[in-house]
């Protein structure tokens, strides 16, 4: 069997030659156009690279070249590496060295940030789709940005290249507590695994019309692309003006069906943008990266008055969401809490409690959250021994621990209570705490620096806040500067406290709790 993910796509192409497959901005863009540029580029890798996986690194941000250069990679049997355009150069380089791709896709947006730093830890292969023709490389004598011209004919007879269930499908990196990005590896078999779930959860079909939005390298993106154009629907990319409040985009393009963070609900209640009735296209609405509140989904479920609600939750090491349950009232929360609960395994996963010691716990108990089964990671990328640490082997069977606390009820539901260790969600995006820490502590001088989510609500941070204690040289907003140039804007603390001392717990370390306390009484 072919687990190629690029396979669905090639079978929608010869299906639905003349179909919709990519909405962005003003371009529109059929399934035969799209194969038209894919099977080349796929063409060019194997021409160019003698490896038989290729890794490739997509710099570029929702953009024709973007899709191109992940289905491409995909139909040459190789792995792609999503980069977020927005980083600042630092960690961009970081990232490319770390790496270590065959090539790198750009696109019209990332091109400027290819300064000389920044290609002196570039692979020497790089290639823009969108652009018509090549075009020199800035800072880089001799050097060209391979564009279309430089692709191979196009030739229909192709067919993706047979990869098996262990081979690397993408690697995505998230936020690390050494302040170097983990890079989470995911398999083809482990993919092929979380589609096949989801078509048969959803049954998309060729008329439907979802609304891209999220990043590449936000693993949500996964549903949009395979799971979207292996049924012949179509794909269609929300303006980043357009991210915080869809329902405009949702009533222009007819969308079908969404799939995005519970704090998009949020931002467009306190916008005063949820009414009854708004979104009547929707057929399938789902939500994961943060706790979905009961207020929020009831109000998304009111304006979509015709669409599935879905609370979905899995890490990036388990590929996407491998956990779930439909909304149906108040009657799906977690006591106490005002949230969904997070519901029960896919097919083919397992979910498990455990105590501190890694022994299975019995229902009702709260423990860690351990989650076993096809969709989890391979490991992290060049971390062989956090791979250990974290993929454990307990009788016989391999788990992956999530670091969130969790207990099973006796219905066999599983309710999330928040992270057991010192990572947090921002928006929906995953980062840990120490590493915001560690950039402190490099750009202060001093080892008594603390970050913490705040304010929190319903489990989801809208941002962080840290606090710095001794002398450090410099005042807070050249300290917020600095990190700025580091690091993704959501990881940047919203304000910076200078304290006499971080007060300790009975262990000797920071207590965060008693931090946030202060926040939430106005003390600081």
């Known amino acids: 069997m072919n687990l190629n993910l690029a396979h669905g796509f090639r079978e929608s192409c010869l299906k639905f030659p003349d ?18 540029l894919v099977q080349p580029f796929a063409g060019w ?25 992940i289905l491409g990679t995909c139909w040459a049997g190789g792995a792609y590496v ?23 896709v750009v696109d019209s947006e990332s091109l400027p940030l290819l300064s000389q730093r920044v290609l002196a830890h570039c692979p020497l292969l790089i290639l823009s789709p969108e652009f018509a023709t090549s075009v020199a490389t800035p800072h880089r004598q001799n050097a060209m940005i391979a564009g279309r011209d430089a692709l191979p004919a196009f030739d229909p007879q192709d067919q993706p290249v047979p990869i098996k269930a262990d081979d690397l499908a993408y690697i995505i990196f998230t936020s690390g507590t050494t302040g170097i990005p983990k890079g989470v590896m995911i398999t083809a078999g482990a993919v092929a695994h979380f589609v096949s779930v989801m078509q048969r959860r959803y049954a998309l079909e060729p008329s439907d019309r979802v609304a891209g939005m999220t990043e590449t390298t936000f693993d949500i993106s996964v549903f ?34 969404i799939f995005t963070v519970p704090s998009v609900i949020s931002g467009m209640r306190r916008m005063k943008m949820m009414r009854a009735g708004l979104m009547p296209t929707l057929r399938y609405s789902l939500f994961a990266g943060e706790p979905l509140p009961v207020t929020s989904a009831q109000a998304w479920k009111d304006a979509a008055h015709n669409s599935v609600v879905d609370d979905l ?8 969401v491998c956990i779930g349950q439909r909304f149906l009232g108040s009657q799906n929360a977690t006591p106490n809490r005002g949230v969904v609960a997070i519901g029960v395994p896919f097919p083919g996963m397992e979910a498990a409690i455990a105590g501190s010691s890694l022994q299975f716990l019995p229902e009702g108990e709260q423990g860690e959250l351990l989650l076993g089964g096809p969709q989890l990671s391979s490991g992290y990328f ?18 992956y621990r999530t670091g969130d606390l969790a207990y099973r009820d006796s219905t066999g539901t599983f309710h999330h209570l928040g992270r ?16 915001v820490e560690a950039y402190l502590r490099e750009i202060c001088g001093t080892d008594s620096v603390a970050a913490v989510a705040w304010p929190v609500d319903h489990g989801s941070a809208n941002g962080i806040v840290a606090f710095v204690s001794g002398q450090i040289g410099m005042d807070a907003p050249d300290v917020k500067a600095r990190i700025t140039s580091q690091v993704p804007s959501y990881m940047v603390p919203s304000t910076i406290h200078r304290i006499d001392s971080l007060p300790l717990n009975a262990n000797g370390k920071v207590n965060r709790k008693e931090l946030v306390a202060l926040l939430d009484e106005g003390k600081i």
């Open 19 to 36: 179909h919709l497959a990519l909405s962005i901005g003003t371009q529109e863009v059929s399934y035969s156009q799209l194969c038209r």
């Open 45 to 69: 890798l194997r021409c160019n690279i003698r490896s038989a996986a290729p890794k490739v690194g997509i710099l570029a941000s929702r953009s024709l070249s973007t899709y191109v250069g």
């Open 82 to 104: 999503p980069i977020s355009a927005k980083l600042p150069e630092d960690r961009l380089i970081q990232l490319l060295s770390r790496i270590q791709a065959d090539v790198l």
């Open 224 to 257: 949009d692309v395979f799971v979207t154009w292996s049924s012949g629907g179509s794909l269609h990319v929300v303006p980043s003006t357009q991210l915080m409040a869809p329902v405009r985009f949702v009533q222009d393009r007819k969308c079908t069906v």
């Open 313 to 320: 939750f899995g890490p990036t090491e388990a590929t996407v």
């Open 382 to 399: 060049r971390e062989e021994n956090l791979t250990t640490e974290s993929f454990p082997v307990l009788k016989g069977k391999r788990w």
């Open 420 to 435: 057991i260790d010192n990572q947090v969600k921002v928006r929906g995006l995953r980062v840990e705490l120490e590493e």
